[in-house]
């Protein structure tokens, strides 16, 4: 089994966009991200994305269109020299109770079950209070969450009250160095 690092999608890896990313076009990725996702020292983790795409459900963009965007950006990340391992996506919208999107931990569950990861030493890193909940929810040994997309936003509200434990840092790289630092003397097998 391996350690994965699971990574929200906006406003991690590209810019949220108040109207939703419905198309290629309305990507913008954040460079410095996907330059960190170069990083041999990753190569023991299994890198994840997990994302909600309510946009789905409430019928703004199809299913197909959300999964497109994400096979490309997942794509374009390799093309770079950068490593995702799997992408995930919830196409519920936020009334539909489904146990997929965060945060709930369903697409972290279905991820270590398809990619044989193991939860206690995996980490989550996102931009708002959702995914550090799914991340703990999902029992992974740390949560993140980035000052980048909504991270500044979140953490200027109140925390939510079950929260455990959690880290902030500024960026996707500045995470990545402190997972790398704190795991730095573990034994991955």
């Known amino acids: 089994m391996f350690p994965a690092i699971f990574l929200d999608r906006d406003g991690v890896l590209i810019e949220n966009r108040s109207g939703y990313v419905r198309d290629w076009s309305h990507v913008q990725i954040f460079p410095e ?37 994400n096979d490309r950006l997942v794509r374009w990340i390799r093309d770079r020299g950068g490593r995702i391992d799997g992408a995930y996506l919830c196409p519920h919208g936020p009334d539909d109770r489904c146990d997929c999107r965060k945060p709930r931990p369903g ?29 703990q929810a999902a ?38 160095e402190v997972i790398l630092a704190r795991d730095g003397n573990a034994s991955f097998d």
């Open 33 to 69: 991200a996907i330059r960190a996702l170069s990083n041999q020292k990753l190569d023991r983790y299994r890198i994840v994305i997990v994302t909600n795409q309510s946009a789905v459900g409430r019928g703004i963009m199809s299913f197909e269109s959300a999964g497109e965007i």
């Open 107 to 135: 697409l972290l569950l279905q991820a270590a079950r398809e990619l044989s990861l193991d939860l206690k030493r995996s980490w989550m890193i996102g931009d708002a209070w959702s995914d550090v909940q799914a991340g």
């Open 139 to 176: 029992g992974v040994r740390g949560t993140i969450i980035l000052k980048t997309g909504r991270g500044t936003e979140q953490l200027a509200q109140p925390r939510p009250a079950d929260l455990a434990e959690f880290l902030v840092c500024d960026d996707l790289p500045h995470a990545l």
